[in-house]
């Protein structure tokens, strides 16, 4: 078996350093492969060695500057470390350069929303969803950035397509209680409410909701 295919497959498994090895041996036969560093980068971003990672994914532009999954992964990296900017500029670049992913447009958009440019991370999420359109977490934060830029009945939709892949999604029935308290909508508003708690017992905003229209 291919020596990247074998690091895939152990990866998948979470044999981090049997992946390693596998990625090792790859660039030891072919030193100018891109993948392989990228492949390489991807364990060590796994195992928290994000310099490393860094190096290796940054060793796979020189070798190939339209290795757009080395761009990708360094945008990966860059928001887990909280750097938004350099986030946003891995990802823009390996869209403008042909990465056509639901992930790549997703991560842009969730990028742009750290960065508080929500309006922005609009287009991005929204084709997220079209491309992940079994994916509740794609549909859910795109309804919250819909939310956040008051258009609420969009926003309802999205989250109902959220909950509807994933019935135990407790933020996104939460979500949509909020949504339809901005409607007035008491009733529908302590169902998603009464839902959210169903799906987790302990969610502290959703049973503060539930009480605030109780109450009411």
């Not at 989250?159 to 933020?171: F, G, M, Q, R």
């Amino acid at each position: 078996m291919d020596k990247n295919q074998a690091g895939i497959e152990y990866m998948q498994q979470g044999k981090w350093e049997e992946a390693a090895r596998s990625f090792m041996e790859a660039i030891e036969e072919e030193p100018n492969n891109a993948v392989a560093h990228i492949n390489f980068g991807n364990v060590l971003t796994a195992v928290g060695e994000t310099e490393k990672a860094l190096k290796f994914y940054n060793r796979a532009i020189e070798l190939d500057s339209e290795a757009v999954a080395a761009y990708y992964s360094k945008g990966n990296l860059f928001y887990e470390m909280e750097q938004f900017e350099e986030a946003k500029q891995n990802f823009e670049l390996a869209m403008k350069k042909g990465l056509e992913s639901g992930d790549n447009y997703f991560m842009l958009g969730m990028t742009l929303v750290q960065l508080e440019q929500g309006r922005l991370a609009l287009p991005f999420l929204q084709r997220s969803t079209e491309l992940l359109d079994h994916d509740a977490e794609a549909f859910f934060q795109y309804g919250l950035c819909l939310a956040q830029a008051e258009y609420i009945d969009e926003a309802i939709t999205q989250l109902e397509k959220s909950v509807s892949i994933d019935p135990t999604h407790a933020d996104a029935f939460y979500n949509l209680g909020v949504a339809y308290g901005f409607k007035e909508d008491a009733n529908k508003a302590l169902e998603m409410f009464e839902k959210a708690l169903e799906v987790q017992p302990d969610h502290l905003l959703a049973g503060h909701g539930k009480k605030l229209i109780e109450k009411a």
